[in-house]
């Protein structure tokens, strides 16, 4: 799997690409679809709906 689009708390989509860090209650994930982007880390709380 290498996108993922989820819904914020705060109303905002956002889509998460490259491979994921998943952690006890964080997600870690690229912001563009090539090696070019920047690496971000949402928390789950954050996240009220996961489309895979």
């Known amino acids: 799997m290498t996108e993922l689009r989820a819904m914020l708390s705060t109303v905002n989509e956002i889509t998460m690409h490259a491979e ?3 952690g006890r209650d964080f997600i870690i ?24």
């Open 29 to 52: 994930y690229g912001t563009a679809k090539d090696h070019s982007g920047k690496w971000a880390m949402t928390p789950f709380a954050h996240i009220v709906q996961l489309n895979v």
């Open 20 to 22: 994921f860090t998943v």
